[in-house]
């Protein structure tokens, strides 16, 4: 078996997996195989505010008790610990960026698909100061107040600082949720000696001042990994882990401004960028068609595999689909359309001075290459240089931007394997054999 023909078997296997990928997640595919019911798993999908609506949220820092040499160190910090509150409660397209004005530290944080408003507020706006209280003596003569209760508890000294993190398992006996815990070395020895001092008591866990959970202490914990339980149902168990993991914000934050962004006008807008995108690939395949003949309607197969791969290389990768990702999307469809006409012109110079079809075509992809890859690569520079991936302050920091520099990126990573490999391989199968049939008519006259 050839290497042309190999290949083929592999872009077609390549195409068939990628378009189950690309299906829409409300296709169904479930069939029956051997008498049993099988269903394919589905993809989906993401996509960010400008498409399916959510939350954006202004929030204000107060740097009035930080030197002004910390403040932007502490603007960073809030920064991060947002972004694993909101990481931690699911929202993983979510976009978080600073803003300095003056005296004035801002960030903006946009939630793509939020439902519970209330909730994403709470874990993006609260300080969270978590620390450990035990029960005191005199809880015994306060238990006719609840109020009176906890405030008899006494703290420790073990504050959220000590927590290295927090997570949710499941107990193997009764298979419900659990918190573990796990300390670092110095909450790992504070905690041991409080749980071997302070056995059948119990330790409550307070954020902002309020209990969260008051478990008891069963036997001395000297490893520094602890578990709660309590009958937490799973979504109070993520919550309360959530809440435990998200540490506090270095500096107090409030409010500014909360909107609500819906949907309507995200997919008016996807809608009408498809629309137009449809349009324009179906102009260049026409053009592709009536100007290169055989050639163009294989370069056009080429585009239809290059859009079912990168629509699937979007799910399996996680990336989050906005408007301006789209557009570069579209842009690395004319990108490949390009590098095949590099090719097929340089083929025609090849042809002109006399040599034979397969080898004007094998020149033809040889030494156009040098001018795609000199364009592709200057193009995959600039998709780097928007995409920031190393977070330089110097350079762009918008999410929408990067979105944009990550989709170009993975279209022209797609473009050149569709552009080269596949035409190509296309090319040697079906237009070789066809040509070599005219050059035996030609000879038989």
């Given amino acids: 078996m050839s290497n042309s023909i190999r290949t083929f078997f592999l872009i077609i296997f390549l195409t068939i997996v990628a378009s189950f990928i690309a299906l829409p997640k409300k296709v169904p595919l479930n069939f029956t195989f051997w008498g049993r019911e099988v269903t394919v798993p589905t993809f989906e999908l993401k996509q960010g505010l400008d498409i399916q609506g959510g939350m954006q949220v202004v929030l204000q820092a107060d740097m009035s008790q930080l030197p002004e040499a910390d403040r932007a160190t502490a603007?960073?910090?809030?920064?991060?610990?947002?972004?694993?509150?909101?990481?931690?409660?699911?929202?993983?397209?979510?976009?978080?960026?600073?803003?300095?004005?003056?005296?004035?530290?801002?960030?903006?944080?946009?939630?793509?698909?939020?439902?519970?408003?209330?909730?994403?507020l709470r874990l993006v706006g609260t300080t969270a100061e978590l620390d450990f209280r035990l029960e005191s003596q005199d809880s015994v003569?306060?238990?006719?107040?609840?109020?009176?209760?906890?405030?008899?508890?006494?703290?420790?000294?073990?504050?959220?600082?000590q927590l290295k993190r927090a997570g949710v398992q499941f107990d193997p006996e009764t298979n419900e949720p659990v918190i573990s815990l796990e300390f670092n070395p110095e909450g790992t020895e504070l905690f041991a000696k409080l749980t071997t001092d302070n056995t059948n008591k119990v330790m409550a866990?307070?954020?902002?001042?309020?209990?969260?959970?008051?478990?008891?202490?069963n036997t001395p914990i000297l490893n520094g990994q602890a578990v709660l339980t309590g009958g937490f149902t799973l979504d109070q168990a993520k919550q309360l882990a959530v809440q435990l993991n998200a540490g506090?914000?270095?500096?107090?934050?409030?409010?500014?401004?909360?909107?609500?962004?819906?949907?309507?006008?995200?997919?008016?807008?996807?809608?009408?960028?498809?629309?137009?995108?449809?349009?324009?690939?179906?102009?260049?395949?026409?053009?592709?068609?009536?100007?290169?003949g055989w050639q163009g309607a294989l370069a056009a197969l080429a585009l239809?595999?290059?859009?079912?791969l990168t629509v699937a290389a979007y799910k399996v990768i996680g990336v989050t689909l906005t408007l301006p990702g789209i557009a570069g999307l579209l842009l690395s469809i004319g990108m490949a359309v390009d590098s095949t006409i590099l090719v097929f012109e340089r083929m025609k110079e090849e042809l002109r001075v006399g040599r034979p079809f397969n080898q004007a075509m094998e020149l033809g992809f040889g030494r156009a290459w040098s001018s795609i890859k000199d364009a592709n690569l200057a193009t995959?520079?600039?998709?780097?240089?928007?995409?920031?991936?190393?977070?330089?302050?110097?350079?762009?920091?918008?999410?929408?931007?990067?979105?944009?520099?990550?989709?170009?990126?993975?279209?022209?990573?797609?473009?050149?394997?569709?552009?080269?490999?596949?035409?190509?391989?296309?090319?040697?199968?079906?237009?070789?054999?066809?040509?070599?049939k005219m050059s035996k008519e030609k000879t038989n006259v």
């Fill in 75 to 120: 603007l960073i910090s809030a920064q991060e610990i947002i972004s694993r509150r909101i990481n931690l409660y699911g929202i993983n397209e979510s976009v978080i960026q600073t803003s300095q004005y003056g005296n004035r530290y801002r960030l903006l944080v946009e939630l793509p698909g939020v439902q519970d408003t209330d909730e994403a």
């Fill in 141 to 161: 003569t306060a238990t006719q107040s609840a109020v009176a209760y906890l405030n008899t508890f006494q703290p420790t000294g073990l504050t959220g600082q």
């Fill in 205 to 217: 866990i307070f954020i902002d001042g309020y209990p969260v959970a008051l478990p008891k202490i």
């Fill in 248 to 292: 506090a914000l270095p500096v107090p934050i409030t409010i500014l401004e909360q909107r609500t962004i819906g949907a309507s006008l995200g997919q008016e807008s996807v809608q009408r960028s498809l629309r137009a995108g449809a349009i324009g690939v179906g102009l260049v395949i026409f053009f592709m068609i009536a100007y290169y």
């Fill in 304 to 308: 239809v595999i290059y859009a079912i």
């Fill in 380 to 436: 995959i520079m600039t998709a780097l240089i928007l995409i920031n991936p190393l977070n330089f302050p110097f350079l762009n920091t918008s999410g929408l931007v990067r979105g944009f520099g990550i989709t170009l990126l993975i279209g022209i990573g797609i473009s050149l394997f569709t552009g080269i490999v596949v035409t190509r391989t296309l090319m040697r199968l079906f237009l070789k054999e066809k040509n070599q």
